[in-house]
């Protein structure tokens, strides 16, 4: 049936606009629903999945017994020889496990207390929350005993070292340099009381507890990894959902008072998931700190700067920490180094290099 003209305008009138997506943007509609797709920050975690993967296959090949890739895919399948099977299933592939979550978790800890402070300095490893948790690990080990499990004491230390730096930088909340200064003081004395305990312990005793203070995936507990598993499969997406708010806590706290943040809220909320995946992961690895700076940097670099990179942060902590533990394996072989001194001499020129470049202050 032909429409006259009058009928055919009035058509166009009441048909939806075409929404036109922003440059650098995908647009994904269905029905009443659509969805912006960010094309660089897309391609940045594509990036980190595919170097994450090609990561992975080396460190499960790789090693005092080197293993081809036939050899690799059989053991991964279950089905290979036996030596292949049990260097990949019982001995690396859990370790490679370890290492993905604790990078991640590191990270993304990384990453939230960095916009919650606004500075790129401000991570778990530099205002005390690794140290607190370390404490009060090694506590547990060389005090009262591993049966106390030192994964729950290590979520004890890391909130203890949040609410006395919160508490100390009271006046400054967590913004600027009085909360990063609180929090290496508070660091520095967890760290005193580390090597005090250690110190009054017989040499057995102290070298059971000598994991926690250096971060290592060696002597990782396969409790305290499926906790961090479950920790992270929660914590992640709750840090996915708070993004929006988060990207507005960035600017000034009238503007994102003015813009529906309820910024005390979403501060304690943003600050317990930091405190949370930090002392997970802290309880799987020992304090690797540095990755929770490397981690987010990384992840800055290669995605846009309109959000927070919270999923590449989690990709590019865990490539991070997977490349230093295969670092630390096969550097001085058969002698492993723990991967808390391989992230330390990596993440230590890359702090030197923060504070120097002119840009260094501000997230905003």
Same mark, same amino acid.
């Given at each position: 049936?032909?429409?006259s003209?009058?009928?055919?305008?009035?058509?166009?009138?009441?048909?939806?606009?075409?929404v036109?997506?922003?440059?650098?943007?995908?647009?994904?509609?269905?029905?009443?629903?659509?969805?912006?797709?960010?094309?660089?920050?897309?391609?940045?975690?594509?990036?980190?999945l595919?170097?994450l993967?090609?990561?992975?296959?080396?460190?499960?090949?790789?090693g005092?017994?080197?293993?081809?890739?036939d050899?690799?895919?059989?053991?991964?399948?279950?089905?290979?020889?036996?030596?292949?099977?049990?260097?990949?299933?019982?001995?690396?592939?859990?370790?490679?496990?370890?290492?993905?979550?604790?990078?991640?978790?590191?990270?993304?800890?990384?990453?939230?207390?960095?916009?919650?402070?606004?500075?790129?300095?401000?991570?778990?490893g530099?205002i005390?929350?690794?140290?607190?948790?370390?404490?009060?690990?090694?506590?547990?080990?060389?005090?009262?005993g591993?049966s106390?499990?030192?994964p729950a004491?290590?979520?004890?230390?890391?909130?203890?070292?949040?609410?006395?730096?919160?508490?100390?930088?009271s006046?400054?909340?967590?913004?600027g340099?009085?909360?990063?200064?609180?929090?290496?003081?508070?660091?520095?004395?967890?760290?005193?009381?580390t090597?005090l305990?250690?110190?009054?312990?017989?040499?057995?005793?102290?070298n059971?507890?000598?994991?926690w203070?250096?971060?290592?995936?060696?002597?990782?507990?396969?409790?305290?990894?499926?906790?961090l598993?479950?920790?992270?499969?929660?914590g992640?997406?709750?840090?996915?959902?708070?993004?929006?708010?988060?990207?507005?806590?960035?600017?000034?706290?009238?503007?994102?008072?003015?813009?529906?943040?309820? %910024?005390?809220?979403? !501060?304690?909320?943003? +600050?317990?998931? &930091?405190v @949370?995946?930090? $002392? =997970?992961?802290?309880?799987? *690895?020992?304090p690797?700190?540095?990755?929770?700076?490397?981690?987010?940097?990384?992840?800055?670099? %290669?995605?846009s700067? !309109?959000?927070?990179? +919270?999923?590449? &942060?989690? @990709?590019?902590? $865990? =490539?991070?920490?997977?490349? *230093?533990?295969?670092?630390?394996?096969l550097?001085?072989?058969?002698?492993?180094?723990?991967v808390?001194?391989?992230?330390?001499?990596?993440?230590?020129?890359?702090?030197?290099?923060?504070l120097?470049?002119?840009?260094?202050?501000?997230?905003?």
């Amino acid at each position: 049936m032909l429409l006259s003209p009058v009928e055919t305008s009035r058509r166009h009138a009441t048909a939806p606009a075409e929404v036109s997506a922003p440059p650098g943007h995908w647009r994904l509609a269905w029905g009443r629903h659509s969805l912006l797709i960010d094309r660089r920050d897309l391609g940045a975690i594509l990036l980190l999945l595919l170097g994450l993967l090609a990561a992975s296959a080396a460190y499960l090949a790789l090693g005092s017994v080197p293993l081809g890739l036939d050899e690799l895919y059989a053991g991964l399948a279950g089905h290979g020889a036996p030596l292949a099977g049990v260097l990949i299933q019982e001995l690396r592939l859990p370790r490679l496990i370890a290492a993905w979550l604790t990078g991640a978790a590191f990270a993304v800890a990384g990453c939230l207390m960095q916009t919650l402070a606004r500075n790129r300095l401000a991570t778990p490893g530099i205002i005390g929350i690794d140290n607190g948790a370390t404490a009060f690990a090694v506590a547990s080990v060389v005090g009262l005993g591993v049966s106390l499990a030192p994964p729950a004491m290590a979520l004890a230390g890391a909130t203890t070292a949040a609410a006395l730096t919160f508490g100390l930088a009271s006046g400054g909340g967590t913004r600027g340099y009085r909360f990063i200064v609180a929090g290496i003081g508070v660091g520095a004395v967890f760290g005193a009381i580390t090597q005090l305990l250690l110190a009054r312990v017989a040499i057995d005793t102290a070298n059971a507890a000598y994991p926690w203070t250096v971060g290592t995936l060696n002597a990782r507990s396969g409790q305290a990894v499926t906790v961090l598993a479950l920790g992270l499969a929660i914590g992640l997406p709750l840090a996915l959902a708070l993004a929006r708010s988060l990207s507005l806590m960035r600017f000034s706290d009238a503007v994102a008072s003015g813009l529906g943040v309820t %910024l005390h809220r979403r !501060r304690r909320q943003v +600050l317990s998931l &930091s405190v @949370l995946l930090t $002392a =997970l992961a802290v309880a799987v *690895a020992g304090p690797v700190g540095l990755v929770g700076l490397v981690g987010p940097e990384i992840a800055r670099a %290669l995605t846009s700067k !309109r959000g927070v990179p +919270l999923l590449a &942060s989690a @990709l590019a902590g $865990a =490539l991070v920490m997977v490349l *230093a533990d295969l670092t630390g394996r096969l550097l001085l072989a058969p002698i492993e180094l723990p991967v808390g001194i391989v992230t330390a001499i990596v993440g230590g020129p890359w702090l030197l290099w923060i504070l120097l470049r002119p840009a260094a202050k501000p997230l905003a």
